[in-house]
């Protein structure tokens, strides 16, 4: 086929697409009540899949950033074994190691900390109680985790700050203490033995989980390294990455930097197992949601088509006994059921978009109910997050089923023979 | 039968395509009501029964306070006055008496902090479940002296076995300080991270002497017959307990007041749960209000010959209303049916959960998750349904009197 021809044919084939569209379009426009009908079934139907959807996916990325700003961070670094056992004797010793490993390693933008925590146990003149003793440097810690912007009463801790602690509102209430008051940690130093040192109450935090506020009580790393005589050692290195929070390259040039029989490196998917669980269930269950609205919507869109085929039967027969073949029939039909799904979809992601939008500010707010999301590792507001691929996949769910639900009423409509059909009123 | 709903059925069977369509939605929105609704009914009474059974029990008596400051010297003083009223209240299952205080616990190698607590072997066998999530050992036995269960967090972190020592240093009732040495008898896990790292279980006398508690205890833990039973055996504990003239202000809490981020937990997703059946009716219902209005658009020039001959469009209304309410009763009770069966079905063979069980099991909710079936659960969505398609079904039904006749008949 020369140029010329193959050019005169897609022209031809344009010129019938564009007629062929621009009769389907038509046709649904002749009876635009049964048009509306159709199109609030498919609006309400990917208004509720986009909404729902955005909020279950709000909850978890709730959940994600809570877990990650709760002292995990991207990646972390410990010292191997740690993780199994999280005792002082498995501190990194030498932190300068890591440190110069991270400076080459990591791209710009990327902040890092590093902590000692330990298990200790708070007590003053009335209460004792299990808690984390987490010793940081102020600065770099503020850049990684929730504590530098979480300061609700008295200040955050300074450098200069040999005995001052940070601990959280919570736990304030439960001791009967204020600011100003002494609390006694007592925990296992390096030689095993109990170490104990009063520390001076100089602010209080508020988490988003009373659990949180309970268990980590902050103080200097050098306070930490001098009570637990662990000279320069960390327990843990906590790092943020510029940008997505997984980064497989990053991690596996941090895993070829580190010595493996040394150093241990784990992504914050594995520092979170409950999260991530929800994030893999997430994904089913967003599914069934598809899949049931979908269901729901489907009796409505086939029995509505259906209908209009059965009314538009003596259309089809004169169509038929003016040679039309039953093949352009089914097309005709199914063509206007996509243009009809096209344009739900369209408003239907308008709408939801504006729901979604209008709930971004405030988000629902579950601080009524908050012990029950507590429980449930749900944060206090739940603010709608919109994934792509969410949106993505419930439109295609739309479209895709709705067509297949579609050619049901479409064959019917190519079956239909002149004689009958014209005898039909 | 009336003539109205003789017409009304022959109506609904004019075009059986359409109404089965019709039927089929209806049946499968009260399908899944019934299913959801069991499932999650089932759920929250496997939460609560595990989280009642591994640790606080249906009800507790305790001092006043103990439960915000859980602290050693608010004590419930006469613990054997509340056993005498206890074996007076019928359906009270069991009972058991406990006393725990913050210790430091230390290995050979390792000290952690915990909560120690004092049970009395036997009767916490009747109470909890403790004895049946012994993996490793036994559980203490009534001679038992100076031993102890252990968390299996807690073991791991204080790399002890069985058999191993291990030193309570806290301080006692009278603010001396309480030091014993006891050995690891059996390790228990509940897959509750939170139980299995901070306690560890010790015979309540040896608990008793240790913290000096002079044969006092912290808290009465009781079972119920079921959780029904609760409310009436709360009221009866708390009319009596005045009468018992004791020293200190006691109070009677149940699991709710226990346990207040589970029922909180509950609530939030029977809510979220109510938001997700309410889109899906929503969905269900303009489904079906299409397929009505479309039936009558279609039907114009039917109901116009009925006008020309003298039906009156208050007939003309009850008999489309007929229609679609038949068409909805006999979708809702197919839901019904098919919904409850399968509900049955998983009821006795349980839906596998494991892909979930690290989720799950923090909250009690191990294995396979069962449905109840209930009354509740069978009827409210379907009933749902009803009511939101009569809605769907009045708009179309109204329509049909602002038609007029003449017109009505010209329509195609």
């Known amino acids: ?425 | 039968m009336s003539v109205d709903v003789k017409m009304a059925w022959r109506n609904i069977w004019r075009n059986p395509r359409r109404t089965i369509l019709t039927i089929c939605a209806i049946a499968f929105a009260s399908l899944l009501l019934v299913f959801m609704l069991s499932f999650q009914f089932g759920s929250y009474e496997t939460m609560i029964n595990t989280s009642v059974k591994i640790h606080t029990g249906h009800l507790q008596v305790q001092a006043d306070e103990y439960q915000d400051k859980k602290s050693i010297r608010l004590v419930v003083p006469n613990p054997e006055k509340i056993a005498n009223l206890l074996d007076k209240i019928p359906k009270v299952e069991a009972y058991t008496f406990r006393g725990q205080a913050f210790s430091l616990i230390s290995s050979k190698e390792r000290t952690y902090g915990a909560v120690v607590k004092g049970i009395d072997p036997e009767r916490e066998a009747t109470v909890s479940r403790l004895k049946a999530l012994i993996r490793q050992g036994d559980f203490l036995s009534k001679d038992d002296t100076d031993q102890a269960l252990v968390g299996k967090l807690l073991a791991r972190n204080l790399r002890v076995n069985i058999g191993d020592e291990l030193t309570v240093v806290g301080q006692g009732r009278d603010g001396s300080i309480a030091a014993t040495v006891v050995k690891v008898k059996g390790i228990y896990s509940s897959g509750i991270d939170e139980f299995d790292r901070a306690s560890i279980h010790i015979p309540l006398e040896t608990f008793q002497e240790v913290y000096t508690m002079r044969g006092v205890v912290h808290e009465v833990v009781v079972i119920a017959d079921s959780l029904g039973d609760i409310d009436t055996i709360k009221r009866t504990i708390k009319a009596n307990l005045l009468s018992l003239n004791l020293k200190k202000a006691l109070t009677v809490l149940d699991w709710n007041e226990l346990m207040p981020g589970l029922r909180q937990s509950i609530e939030m997703d029977l809510v979220s749960g109510v938001i997700f059946y309410f889109l899906l009716v929503l969905v269900v219902a303009f489904s079906i209000l299409n397929t009505f209005l479309m039936a009558i658009f279609e039907r114009t020039r039917e109901f116009g010959v009925l006008m020309a001959i003298g039906t009156t469009p208050g007939r003309l209304t009850k008999v489309l209303l007929i229609e679609s309410m038949t068409m909805t009763l006999v979708g809702i009770v197919a839901g019904i049916v098919i919904g409850s069966l399968v509900t049955v079905y998983f009821q006795s063979h349980g839906i596998d959960i494991s892909g979930a069980s690290e989720l799950l099991s923090q909250f009690g909710i191990t294995g396979r998750m069962y449905p109840k079936l209930s009354l509740l659960s069978a009827v409210s969505g379907p009933l749902a349904v009803l009511i939101i398609t009569f809605f769907a079904a009045i708009y179309p039904a109204l329509k049909v009197r602002r038609m007029r006749p003449v017109e009505a008949m010209r329509a195609v």
């Open chain 1, 1 to 425: 086929m020369n140029r010329r021809a193959w050019n005169m044919s897609f022209i031809k084939f344009r010129h019938f697409f564009i007629m062929y569209l621009q009769l389907a379009w038509r046709n649904i426009w002749r009876n635009p009540r049964r048009t509306a009908v159709i199109l609030t079934a498919v609006i309400i139907g990917i208004w509720s899949m986009i909404l729902l959807g955005s909020l279950m996916r709000g909850i978890a990325v709730g959940m994600i950033e809570n877990g990650i700003s709760t002292l995990t961070g991207h990646l972390q670094i410990h010292h191997k074994g740690y993780r199994n056992d999280p005792a002082i004797e498995n501190s990194i010793t030498d932190p300068v190691v890591v440190e110069n490993a991270l400076r080459e390693v990591l791209p710009k933008g990327s902040s890092w900390t590093a902590r000692v925590r330990v298990s200790a146990v708070a007590s003053n003149a009335r209460h004792y109680s299990g808690v984390t003793l987490v010793g940081i440097d102020p600065v770099a810690e503020a850049k990684v985790s929730f504590i530098g912007t979480a300061i609700s009463q008295g200040r955050y801790l300074n450098p200069g700050d040999h005995n001052g602690i940070i601990v959280g509102e919570a736990l304030l209430e439960k001791f009967d203490t204020k600011l100003g008051r002494k609390l006694v940690l007592m925990s296992q130093d390096t030689h095993r033995e109990n170490a104990s040192r009063a520390f001076r109450i100089i602010g209080t935090f508020r988490a988003e989980m009373e659990a949180t506020e309970k268990q980590f009580v902050f103080v200097m790393r050098k306070a930490s390294h001098k009570m637990l005589r662990l000279g320069d050692g960390i327990s843990e290195i906590s790092i943020l990455l510029p940008g997505k929070p997984d980064n497989p390259e990053i991690y596996d040039r941090l895993m070829t930097a580190l010595p493996s029989e040394q150093f241990e490196v784990n992504t914050w998917r594995e520092l979170l197992p409950f999260q991530t669980a929800y994030l893999r269930i997430l994904d089913g269950f967003m599914w069934i949601w598809y899949f049931v609205v979908f269901v729901a919507m489907g009796f409505g869109i086939v029995n509505t088509t259906l209908m209009a085929v059965f009314e538009r039967m003596r259309e089809f027969g004169l169509l038929k006994a003016l040679g039309m073949k039953p093949w352009w029939i089914l097309r005709e039909v199914l063509t206007e059921s996509f243009l009809l799904l096209v344009t739900g979809m369209i408003i239907g992601n308008i709408l939801a978009f504006i729901c979604i939008y209008a709930l971004s500010g405030s988000g629902i707010d579950l601080s009524a109910l908050a012990a029950g999301a507590e429980y449930a590792g749900m944060t206090r507001v739940i603010y709608p997050a919109v994934a792509l691929k969410d949106i993505f996949v419930s439109n295609l769910v739309v479209l895709l089923l709705g067509i297949l639900v579609s050619t049901y009423p479409a064959v019917k409509a190519a079956r239909f023979t002149p004689v009958e059909a014209l005898a039909h009123t």
